[in-house]
T-cell receptor, first 117, second 111 residues
Framework: GAVVSQHPSRVICKSGTSVKIECRSL??????MFWYRQFPKQSLMLMAT?????????EQGVEKDKFLINHASLTLSTLTVTSAHPEDSSFYIC?????????????FGPGTRLLVL | GDSVTQMEGPVTLSEEAFLTINCTYT??????LFWYVQYPGEGLQLLLK?????DKGSNKGFEATYRKETTSFHLEKGSVQVSDSAVYFC??????????FGSGTRLQVQP
């Protein structure tokens, strides 16, 4: 099946630094990728929709200047957490839909666990 | 807006017991319905899906039927195994929008 990778899988950083998370579709092209955030023992909350070649669409309450999304190619989207603070510590998950497929199935990356000290 | 409600966990069962995890949804139009599973330390995996009313999704012994009249998509398995211990998420997707997830239900199967 389709594979989505995320890098890094785990990152620990100091408060005030910026962290970039990559999401790649390995064997398909993804016009659209989604970024979710998952708090411990809670569900996934959609943060933004990333469209190749255009600006991301952010959900209400998500600061676009805090969570920068770039979708520069059909196989790569990046999420940059700028000036990270401890409250940004979370599990970040991306997903992608196959541009050439039926658009029904989203393939999820394994997630990136961010810990801000 | 779209929403998914699933039963609170954790659900604790003995091996070979029957499993039901309830899921109901609210959506405009005719969404596709999904169950995802998240094993400890891993990412989400699609377990099964149904795209229209009365469709039954099935995989690895799990089943769920898209019930439009009750707006439900309950997950069932006749005989659970210890290896089924995980968090199960019900989700819907309308058109090409992102998935809307339920809160997740943790299943613990004891030997």
């Amino acid at each position: 099946g389709a594979v989505v990778s995320q890098h890094p899988s785990r990152v620990i950083c100091k408060s005030g630094t910026s962290v970039k998370i990559e999401c790649r579709s390995l064997d398909f092209q993804a016009t659209t990728m989604f970024w979710y955030r998952q708090f411990p023992k809670q569900s996934l909350m959609l943060m933004a929709t990333s469209n190749e070649g255009s600006k991301a669409t952010y959900e209400q309450g998500v600061e676009k200047d805090k969570f920068l999304i770039n979708h520069a190619s059909l196989t790569l989207s990046t999420l940059t957490v700028t000036s990270a603070h401890p409250e940004d510590s979370s599990f970040y998950i991306c997903s992608a839909t196959d541009s050439g497929g039926a658009q029904e199935t989203q393939y999820f990356g394994p997630g990136t666990r961010l810990l801000v000290l | 807006g779209d929403s998914v409600t699933q039963m609170e966990g954790p659900v604790t069962l003995s091996e070979e017991a029957f499993l039901t995890i309830n899921c109901t949804y609210t959506a405009t139009g005719y969404p596709s319905l999904f169950w995802y599973v998240q094993y400890p330390g891993e990412g989400l995996q699609l377990l099964l899906k149904a795209t229209k009313a009365d469709d039954k999704g099935s995989n690895k012994g799990f089943e769920a039927t898209y019930r439009k009249e009750t707006t439900s998509f309950h997950l069932e398995k006749g005989s659970v195994q210890v290896s089924d211990s995980a968090v199960y998420f019900c989700a819907l997707r309308a058109g090409r929008r992102a998935l809307t997830f339920g809160s997740g239900t943790r299943l613990q199967v004891q030997p």
